[in-house]
């Protein structure tokens, strides 16, 4: 048996998630302060800015659990910035690695999700049936995907304790072996 593909349906399987122009109509309707969440705030960033070869542009966004993540600041610790959705599906599978992760590192290497063209309550809502409470900056225009040029989600960077940019991953971190293993060879953070 064969199964045909209308064009409009195989050109949005073939791009990833994305929407077949880049954006989204979840995008942001209810602002963040009034959602009651399972994220944790985000962290408290030193004054310092990020310095190193390359870093994350300084953009700055509220959390679903408060406070707010300043990506143009040094982290302090090592971090890990994953970009994600409630809408796509590589990042639902994703996302509970990360979380896994986020609890085996504990006070070694934070982890902060940034919330990327979706909104707040699709995002909140899934973050809870998934489990997930590593903070969550909230982007539901997508600033930051379009400053690094991102066609699509999951994307995971890797940034020192004075915000250098040290590696990227494009594309769904499988297991926690695997992102593991990244931040031992890209933070030397082992665990």
């Not at 122009?21 to 009034?34: K, L, N, R, W």
């Not at 994220?39 to 300084?58: I, M, S, W, Y």
Request: hydrophobic share 45%; glycine share 12%; proline share 8%.
């Amino acid at each position: 048996m064969r199964l045909l593909l209308a064009p409009a349906l195989l050109g949005l399987l073939l791009v990833g998630c994305t929407d077949a122009d880049g954006s989204s109509d979840a995008a942001a309707s209810t602002p963040v302060t009034e959602v009651a969440t399972v994220l944790q705030p985000c962290p408290q960033q030193p004054d310092d800015r990020a310095v190193g070869a390359q870093t994350l542009p300084a953009v700055t966004l509220d959390c679903l659990g408060g406070g707010a993540l300043d990506l143009g600041r040094a982290p302090g610790t090592p971090t890990v910035v994953n970009l994600w959705a409630s809408w796509c599906g590589p990042c639902r599978e994703e996302l509970p690695v990360m979380q896994e992760f986020a609890d085996a590192a504990a006070g070694q290497v934070h982890v902060v999700g940034v919330i990327s063209k979706d909104g707040v309550p699709q995002a909140d809502s899934f973050a809870g049936e998934a489990g997930v409470t590593f903070p969550g900056a909230f982007d539901g225009e997508g600033r930051l995907m379009a400053e690094l040029g991102l066609p699509g989600l999951p994307a995971t960077y890797f940034l020192d304790a004075e915000g250098a940019l040290v590696h990227t991953e494009t594309g769904p971190v499988d297991s926690l072996d695997e992102l593991e293993g990244l931040v031992d060879e890209h933070l030397g953070v082992p665990l």
